[in-house]
């Protein structure tokens, strides 16, 4: 299960064991062939709960999560269902969030609403999301359930005028690396990963009943048409400011990462050389010892000679390699957007000169 963590772009630490009791289906396939699931289909209330959960409990950069509750029509996972984690903080030692969950689901069961475990949601902060323990918190969640997706929300991006609502999964060659868990710069090669092949986006699509249509119909005539100024606002130093300085932080753990990866490379290529060194001058010797007729020297472990260094983990470097990703492609939507607004305020001048 996913518990709540502080702070932005925080994922979620992970226990399986509501997850599979809740599933009924899907357990332990992990990341056989294709992706499960070609496409989410989101209910309108779904949405709706998620934005007002991070309404009433997310500020700044804090970060809410909860479970998503529905069911799998062939290759179609159906979200008809959520609620939230609770806040609670560390204090809080008797709150025990898998009985939670499962008191919850057990409810929801008892008034014929669908109860099936089928993944989490949380929200992000300005696209601070391709974390560690979001890594984690999925490999758990689908491993035990197949079809499971997380759900991103980003309050920020929603509010410059669009619904930001994407699903994610884990790809099967990640899903492969993460069961063995090892993260060596060779296993990593060896398994063909980079950024671009760790998270697959599925395509969302969210419904609504006739009624709830008509409702809305009939709201959308009802608003007022003055609020809908702001969404031509060319304001937009804070959001994309504070975008690349998300980017160059990062840039910076990756140059720190790249640095500790070649320092690593250094030593292992000096320990060859001094490895190399050692071995000629053995074989030099025994040579000298064969012609004074004594026996050679004693084979000797080389591992225990020359330890080989410890590589370093190439998992959180591929994290932030795709977090970077992330950030350009946020500040490539928005500037887009901004340039587009920027052309028709010319063009308006332009008219009313």
């Not at 779904?46 to 970060?63: C, D, R, T």
Request: proline share 4%.
């Amino acid at each position: 299960m996913a518990s709540r963590k502080e702070g932005a772009g925080s994922g979620s630490t992970s226990s399986t064991s509501a997850t599979g009791a809740a599933s009924g289906k899907g357990k332990g396939k992990g990341s056989s062939g294709d992706s499960a699931v070609k496409q989410v289909q989101i209910d309108g209330l779904v949405v709706l709960k998620i934005i007002k959960h991070y309404q009433e409990e997310g500020q700044g950069n804090e970060v809410v999560q909860g479970v998503l509750l529905g069911l799998v029509v062939e290759d179609r996972l159906e979200i008809t269902n959520c609620f939230p984690f609770p806040q609670h903080t560390e204090d809080d030692a008797d709150f025990d969030e898998v009985q939670y969950q499962m008191e919850m689901m057990r409810s929801l069961r008892h008034v014929n609403i669908d109860h099936l475990h089928v993944g989490w949601y949380q929200s992000t902060y300005y696209g601070s999301f391709v974390t560690r323990a979001l890594l984690d918190s999925q490999f758990s969640y689908q491993h035990a359930i197949e079809e499971s997706v997380v759900l991103i929300y980003d309050p920020i991006k929603t509010a410059q005028g669009s619904l930001s609502l994407k699903a994610y999964r884990l790809t099967p060659k990640l899903m492969e690396v993460c069961k063995e868990k090892d993260f060596s710069p060779e296993a990593l090669k060896k398994a063909n990963i980079t950024f671009e092949h760790m998270f697959e986006e599925v395509p969302i699509i969210i419904k609504n009943s006739h009624l709830i249509n008509v409702l809305m119909w009939e709201l959308e005539k009802k608003s007022a048409v003055a609020d809908k100024h702001e969404l031509l606002s060319l304001a937009s130093s804070n959001h994309l400011g504070k975008s690349l300085q998300l980017l160059m932080d990062r840039v910076d753990e990756m140059s720190q990462d790249i640095v500790k990866y070649n320092t690593y490379m250094r030593n292992t290529s000096k320990q060859q050389q001094q490895k190399h060194q050692y071995q000629q001058r053995r074989q030099q010797e025994n040579l000298q010892r064969q012609s004074r007729g004594e026996p050679p020297l004693p084979e000797e472990d080389m591992s225990k000679l020359f330890k080989p260094p410890q590589p370093p983990a190439r998992m959180d470097s591929l994290l932030i390699a795709g977090q970077i990703n992330t950030y350009c492609q946020n500040i490539k939507e928005f500037t887009a957007q901004n340039l587009g607004k920027l052309f028709m305020a010319q063009a308006l001048q332009e008219y009313n000169n």
